[in-house]
């Protein structure tokens, strides 16, 4: 199961408190308190594995190690070991106190989360010609707590739209190594599937309905999975009575929940090609060619077609 939005609490380690000490050790008399460790910190690190949101779904607080106390004899006391959170690529890590917000882009970058206490002074440290036994120290200042949102948005090269049963998941399974569920009903896609095309990240977002945008069928969940594509394949089927209306309605839903999706580069198919009569096909792709001339129908069962296909995507992956 694909979690994608989840809420999580972080706490960074306390610093240590100083230690006030003095040397038993005749001849050697004077402050020996060391200072306290500092707390270890919270970072988020970015990894491939796009289910890597799944360890939140029943742990929802995570604490770094607190720095240990100072001791005599000038011991610091260790620092805290920090915490390392594994969060996959694309995701929006949002401060619920400050909203601010912080996105993993890559495979290995590390990002500061919550801040460790910094560690007391100890009586060591306060020592002077005029105070040659301080009875001073400092307790360690506590580490940032935070709560976050972690939303994860897709970042891919094309991305898969269209309404459900259209052949998404087919194409991406014949193009890729992914291995989509595939079913003639609709909604058998319940959460984004990626796949490979050489460099290329192809992303199958779940078929979205009229109404989406504001909650039906699937909803909203899926359709942020879209705003970080470069390009959109929008696939509609020749099965459709009403293919034009169809594409209508996708493009009203991509509008209505963000415009800034209007104007991403997009291509048209008609898929399943091969269940409908040429001459239906032939004024069925006549119409979508009036959205986009470049249209073409496409079917799994048509190698031409999907020799076609991977040549636009070829295009796509030499402009990378």
Do not use: C, W
Request: proline letters at 5%; hydrophobic letters at 35%; a positive charge.
């Amino acid at each position: 199961m694909l979690i994608d939005d989840v809420e999580i609490k972080i706490n960074a380690g306390h610093g240590g408190a100083g230690r006030v000490a003095f040397n038993k050790n005749l001849k050697s008399l004077g402050p020996v308190g060391g200072s306290g460790g500092r707390g270890g910190s919270v970072y988020a690190d970015g990894v491939s594995d796009l289910l890597a949101l799944s360890q939140f779904r029943t742990k929802k607080e995570f604490s770094a190690e607190n720095g240990e106390d100072g001791r005599g004899q000038f011991r610091d006391g260790k620092d805290g070991n920090n915490l390392v959170l594994k969060l996959p690529v694309g995701t929006v890590a949002k401060n619920l106190a400050s909203g601010m917000e912080i996105n993993i882009e890559k495979v290995g970058e590390r990002v500061l989360l919550a801040s460790g206490g910094i560690g007391g002074k100890g009586n060591f440290q306060f020592r002077s010609p005029r105070n040659t036994s301080p009875l001073e120290s400092q307790p360690g200042l506590p580490g940032e707590r935070f709560s976050f949102r972690l939303l994860l948005k897709f970042i891919a090269d094309v991305g898969f739209v269209g309404l459900p049963n259209v052949g998404k998941s087919s194409l991406l399974n014949s193009l890729t190594n992914a291995e989509s569920k595939v079913a003639n009903y609709p909604f058998t896609t319940l959460e984004p599937n990626l796949g490979a095309y050489y460099e290329l990240i192809l992303a199958d977002i779940p078929g979205l309905i009229e109404g989406s945008s504001a909650g039906r069928g699937l909803g909203i969940k899926f359709l942020r999975h879209i705003e970080r594509t470069r390009i959109l394949f929008h696939f509609i089927s020749a099965e459709s009575p009403a293919p034009l209306r169809d594409y209508k309605t996708i493009r009203k839903e991509l509008g209505n929940y963000n415009e800034a999706l209007l104007k991403k580069p997009e291509r048209i198919f008609l898929t399943k090609s091969d269940l409908a009569a040429p001459r239906e096909l032939k004024e069925k792709l006549s119409e979508i060619k009036k959205m986009d001339p470049r249209a073409i129908a496409i079917s799994i069962h048509d190698s031409e077609s999907i020799k076609k296909l991977e040549k636009i995507l070829n295009a796509i992956k030499a402009e990378k």
